[in-house]
């Protein structure tokens, strides 16, 4: 069977699509083993000639395990973009240009017509009972809500920071026009009984109010619409409710009726042009009836079902099914007499949260959405700043083109305790910096020193130790000794000797064996353009500047520069040093601390009377409890191009950060779409965040994940394995292994040999399937093997005792 993707996403619309305000997915001991500490190791596996409903299950549960992937990350963790399956959709960010932390929705797309949304949007034309024809063209117009770093009980219950949009009450979030380039008139006689296709759905227009105090039109959903004939019932569709309709009679007068039956039950008679409810939300409109008043014509009635009745009345909020949503108000604009233009505005009554995995729908009319599929980071490279014991404060974890740094001292406290004192762990073991292109060498402080090479994007920094300045030969030749600290290969530089190291000469000179002295000069290409003493510039491009003592050594006062403005702290053994970052630009084409990127500061403190030292504060707002138990704090950077770094202060006694930053440009994956079409937040990449939905004839290609397996032993072959059967098992053999029969689930966890887990979810029919991946995604589901579950109704689930 070959899967319509099209009609999956039209049956998600009915089964799994969110509601008009943000909805959050039930509580669970899942999603573990499948997603744990913000890593998914995940796939689903679905039957090859399953129903439709099993692929719609498949992807309900990739969505659900995608959803509490972004949570516990806190934000997006693939470095793909989201893709679409089914529906008319947007992505509403470019290659050169996205929405990052701080700025707003519509950064990009200030608004949206046929060019972005060609079925949702199209240029339509309308027919009026004339038959003239009127072009017209419809956009939407993006409102500024602004992308955030917040936490709030309600996307969170432990209130666990989310990068999104917090959409306070009464704010607007979007505008649809409908605009009539050719304007009809606004008569009941012209207008009534005809179509008008709005927002990729038609509507039957079945009443105009024409009066200018009171304009109003209402509409009838004509989303399923079919011709039920005498002695010819039809059967229509509404999400996974089917509906059997006959004609009992029809009569034309002065106003036309039909007498219907659904589903066995005599409905009263519905004039033409009107509706009744069948169901809950759902009604049953009458568009056309014909009666047949020869032997040989038939009577029939032209029926729709579905959302049933919309009035739109200017200034006024929608009505639906004498439902007033007050979300949304209509706006009907008239021009000498003539329909100009349609106006929806879509105003937040209360509080709404777009984040990741969470999608907002059009209220009331429900035919598109808002969709934040995650937020979108590159691999990452994190460093720390830390104390060691009270007196020296450190990077851990620096990484470089050649390696990682596991320790590079920065500050140390004086021995009487009154504040900084130096550079380095000691007196002894000293930090060398210099802000030009030559560094004063002395083996008897054991000098470490970074050298940086940057010119737009091309960067690299090496880490070294001075290990010795000797005599050697009986004094005719001096000898520099110097340790890469990040591979711990060790370079020698006999006299006046020098070595590359990426694209960065090192040359010594003025050695001299006695004092352990010489002279470090740097250079690119021969010049000194570039090369610097007094920065990092880490492997993925965050750029950091070192402190540069500028007294001579041997004085005991410590006179700092390294700010970004290069001013001076004058004053003897200063309290604290601000330390300036720099993420590189959008693109990677700049990276430094001139002109590149968003600069933030970490300052470093001195503790005071308790003689410690310790990371004092970040420049960087808002800074957020990780959770609502927690006194550590995190912070994203914002901004035009942000790479969105994160830094994390963790509170203790000597307060450390935490660097997190992302080598490329961080943004938000937010797309407009209509509302059945389903969204993978990780684009179905192979990638190790990736959630991935495979039929069970490419199972294998998955075999090193943890299953979730979709499906009976009859349709899905990885179901029949977990269950120990050879071939097919249908029906009564399905029964007789699992105990579950007609109308029941089971959700059932096996162990493989690989070590991983498979979890079963499936039912003795597909409508139970369904059903099993509904209970999956939303009540208390333990995936250890051996866990097994049934059920009947998606709403609850019981325990079954097992060994297997």
């Known amino acids: 069977m070959k899967f319509n993707f099209k009609k999956i996403a039209s049956v998600l619309a009915s089964t799994v699509m969110l509601s008009s305000t943000v909805a959050l997915a039930a509580a669970a001991t899942l999603p573990a083993p499948f997603v744990q500490s913000g890593n998914a190791d995940a796939a689903v596996v679905v039957g090859s000639t399953a129903a439709e409903t099993d692929m719609a299950a498949a992807v309900e549960i990739q969505s659900y395990l995608v959803r509490e992937l972004n949570k516990q990350a806190g934000i997006g963790t693939s470095s793909s973009a989201s893709t679409v399956i089914g529906g008319d959709s947007v992505q509403l960010y470019k290659d050169n240009n996205k929405i990052n932390i701080g700025q707003n929705l519509n950064v990009v797309y200030s608004s949206l017509d046929d060019d972005e949304l060609s079925t949702v949007l199209a240029n339509g034309i309308y027919e009026d009972d004339d038959g003239t024809e009127f072009d017209y063209e419809q956009s939407i117009t993006l409102m500024a809500r602004n992308l955030t770093h917040f936490a709030d009980s309600e996307v969170d219950e432990s209130e666990k920071p989310v990068i999104g949009f917090d959409i306070a009450s009464n704010a607007p979030v979007l505008n649809y026009t409908l605009d009539f380039t050719d304007k009809p008139t606004n008569s009941s006689d012209l207008m009534e009984t005809t179509t008008l296709k709005m927002l990729g759905r038609e509507y039957y227009i079945s009443d105009v109010d024409a009066s200018s105090a009171n304009l109003k039109l209402t509409l009838l959903d004509t989303a399923n619409t079919e011709t039920v004939y005498e002695d010819e019932p039809v059967t229509i569709t509404v999400g996974d409710t089917t509906y059997e309709v006959s004609l009992v009679s029809a009569s034309e007068g002065t106003t036309n009726k039909a007498t219907l039956m659904v589903n066995g039950e005599k409905l009263d008679s519905t004039n033409e042009g009107n509706s009744r409810k069948i169901a809950a939300d759902t009604y049953l409109s009458v568009l056309d009836v014909y009666e047949g008043t020869r032997e040989k014509d038939r009577s029939y009635a032209e029926i729709s079902i579905g959302t049933g009745q919309i009035i739109l009345e200017n200034g006024q909020n929608v009505e639906i099914n004498d439902d007033t949503i007050d979300d949304l108000t209509v706006y009907l604009t008239l021009s000498s007499g003539k329909l100009s233009q349609i106006n929806l505005a879509w105003i937040s009554e209360d509080e709404l949260f777009l984040v990741p995995g969470e999608e907002l729908v059009l209220p009331g009319f429900e035919t598109i959405k808002l969709s934040m599929a995650g937020f979108v980071v590159s691999d990452s ?43 380095g762990k000691d007196s002894t073991h000293v930090l060398a910096s210099s802000t030009g292109n030559t560094l004063s060498l ?36 001096n000898v520099t000794k110097l340790k890469n600290l990040a591979n711990d290969e060790t370079s020698e530089f006999d006299n006046a000797d020098d070595a590359d190291f990426g694209e960065i000469n090192l040359a010594v000179s003025a050695q001299n064996g006695d004092l352990g002295t010489a002279t470090l000069t740097a250079t690119h290409s021969g010049a000194s353009t570039g090369v610097t003493f007094d920065r990092v510039i880490t492997e993925k491009g965050l750029t950091l500047r070192l402190p540069v003592n500028t007294v001579a050594l041997g004085d005991n006062v410590l006179n700092i520069t390294g700010a970004q403005s290069n001013t001076t702290d004058t004053h003897n053994d200063p309290t604290s040093w601000v330390m300036n970052f720099s993420e590189a630009d959008d693109d990677n084409a700049n990276i430094g601390l001139t002109g590149a990127g968003i600069p933030f500061t970490v300052t470093l403190n001195f503790g005071g009377t308790d003689g410690k030292i310790h990371v004092g504060t970040h420049s ?59 969204i993978s937040a990780d684009g179905n990449s192979s990638s190790s965040s990736g959630v991935m939905v495979v039929k069970d004839s490419e199972a294998s290609s998955v075999s090193s994940k943890n299953l979730v397996v979709v499906g009976g032993s009859c349709i899905n072959t990885v179901a029949a394995d977990l269950l120990g059967l050879t071939g097919a098992a249908c029906g009564a053999d399905w029964e007789a292994k699992t105990g579950v029969g007609a109308g029941s689930y089971l959700i059932q966890t096996f162990s493989r040999s690989s070590g991983k887990v498979a979890t079963l979810v499936a039912g003795y029919n597909a409508p139970d399937t369904t059903n099993a991946a509904k209970a999956f995604t939303t009540q208390t589901v333990d995936a250890t093997a051996g866990k097994k579950y049934t059920g009947t109704v998606a709403t609850a689930i019981t325990p079954v005792t097992t060994s297997s």
């Open 442 to 477: 002395n083996d008897s402080l054991h000098q470490q020193f970074v050298v940086t090479y940057q010119s737009g994007d091309d960067s690299e920094s090496y880490a070294f130790e001075v290990i010795s300045v000797n005599e050697e030969d009986s004094g005719s030749t």
């Open 620 to 678: 960087i707002s808002p800074k957020l409890s990780v959770d609502e138990d927690s006194d550590d704090t995190e912070s994203f950077v914002p901004g035009d191009g942000s790479h969105a770094t994160k830094l994390v202060v963790k509170d203790d006694d000597q307060d450390t950060l935490d660097i997190e930053y992302h080598g490329e440009e961080a943004f938000a994956d937010v797309l407009i779409a209509e509302s059945s079409a389903v």
């Open 381 to 423: 490279e994190t460093l720390s700043i830390e104390n060691s014991g009270d007196d020296y404060i450190q990077l851990k974890g620096l990484m470089l083109k050649d390696g990682t740094v596991s320790s590079l001292p920065l500050l140390y406290t004086n021995s009487s305790n009154t504040g900084l004192s130096g550079l």
